[in-house]
């Protein structure tokens, strides 16, 4: 079974600061795709950024990058120079290779960036 | 393009009423999926189809049927609403099984009294 970890409810950053967000998975799928998304307070989800299990280097978008530490079985969201459009919900997502269709998420973090 | 969208985007049943939520998407996708929402947690599969006239349950997929009868559009029915099916509901598509992104629609708000 997939299990997805979010232990931040809620943070705040000043803006124009990096903050990073914490996501913990577990998996027995001997490969697996680990995602971010997120959900400003109009309620559209919005997809950030991804990274395979198996790729060497960490993902990287823009202002957004994926810390991801296998043996950790981490996948952290960094984002740099924080905005204020940047307040939103975030979700950390898997999807193994035994369930391609299938996402798993986490309960989300709520991120406020004060001015 | 469209996209994902999703029909409506509000409701209120009473207890025990039936109503259909209709997801389209414009973008060819074979994978199509229904999720619910509730406050303070993430999103929980409840139902997917890996194409035009196959269905298959989630997570969470008890108290709801889903149709794929063309390969746009993905129905979710609730047959006897209850409350505790109150709850934000979004549907998703992919391109395949391999593919990194789902594509979201605009979420239909549900609440049963």
């Known amino acids: 079974a997939q299990k997805i970890t979010q232990t931040q409810p809620g943070m705040f950053v000043q803006e124009k600061e990096a903050v990073t967000l914490d996501c913990t998975y577990d998996?027995?799928?001997?490969?697996?795709?680990l995602f971010w998304y997120k959900q400003p307070s109009s309620g559209e989800m919005i997809f950030l950024i991804y990274?395979?299990?198996?790729?060497?280097q960490n993902a990287t978008e823009g202002r957004y990058s994926l810390n991801f530490q296998k043996a950790r079985k981490s996948a952290n969201l960094v984002i740099s120079a924080s905005q204020l459009g940047d307040s939103a919900m975030y979700f950390c997502?898997?999807?193994?290779?035994?369930?391609?269709?299938?996402?798993?998420f986490g309960s989300g973090t709520k991120l406020n960036v004060k001015p | 393009n469209a996209g994902v969208t999703q029909t409506p985007k509000f409701r209120v049943l009473k207890t025990g009423q039936s109503m259909t939520l209709l997801c389209a998407q414009d973008?060819?996708?074979?994978?199509m999926y229904w999720y619910r929402q509730d406050p303070g947690m993430g999103l929980r599969l409840i139902h997917y189809?890996?194409?035009?006239?196959?269905?298959a349950k989630g997570e969470v997929p008890d108290g709801y049927n889903v149709s794929r009868l063309k390969k746009q559009n993905f129905l979710l029915g609730l047959e006897s609403a209850a409350p505790s099916q109150t709850s934000v509901y979004f549907c998703?598509?992919?391109?395949?099984?391999?593919?990194?992104?789902?594509?979201f629609g605009p979420g239909t708000r549900l609440t049963v009294t």
């Open positions: 189809s890996v194409g035009e006239g196959t269905t």
């Open positions: 990274q395979g299990s198996y790729d060497q």
């Open positions: 973008m060819n996708h074979e994978y």
């Open positions: 997502a898997m999807m193994g290779s035994y369930n391609f269709n299938k996402f798993y």
């Open positions: 998703a598509s992919s391109n395949d099984g391999s593919s990194y992104e789902q594509y």
């Open positions: 998996t027995s799928d001997p490969s697996y795709g």
